[in-house]
């Protein structure tokens, strides 16, 4: 994976989406934030370059695998998903190239996760 990354982060906490920054500020990947499904479909339809999502399941404006179902829709970029919430891993195996975590999360694991996604 490109060291040029574009990735997307679609997160509501303000907090979250400054961890985010953090955790990938020592790389050369681009972080774009942003706090709802509406807002990262219309990035993702306006950037074919957004080479990894990574993404609550719980928005304000849309949860679940109803949300994986739009982004799917919108793109076959790679999906992280990073939830607090519990959701059954059963629901997202019928979606290729995701990756899950519960929160709190293994910086180090995530690290090594985005890094060999290809």
């Given amino acids: 994976m490109s060291q040029n990354l574009i990735i997307l982060i679609i997160e ?3 907090t979250e989406q400054f961890l985010y920054s953090e955790i990938f500020s020592a790389s050369e990947f681009k ?3 942003c706090s709802s499904a509406v ?6 339809n306006a950037n074919s370059q957004i080479g990894l999502v990574i993404t ?7 949860i679940g695998v109803e949300l994986l179902h739009k982004i799917r829709t919108a793109s076959r970029v790679p ?3 990073v939830s607090s919430i519990p959701f059954q891993k059963h629901e997202v195996k019928s979606f290729t190239n995701i990756e899950t975590f519960y929160k709190p999360y293994n910086i180090s694991q995530l690290l090594k996760t985005v890094l060999s996604i290809s």
């Fill in 56 to 62: 609550d399941l719980y928005l304000p404006d849309l």
């Fill in 12 to 14: 509501p906490s303000q």
């Fill in 39 to 44: 807002e990262a479909l219309t990035i993702l």
């Fill in 79 to 81: 999906i992280i998903i």
């Fill in 31 to 33: 972080i774009i934030n």
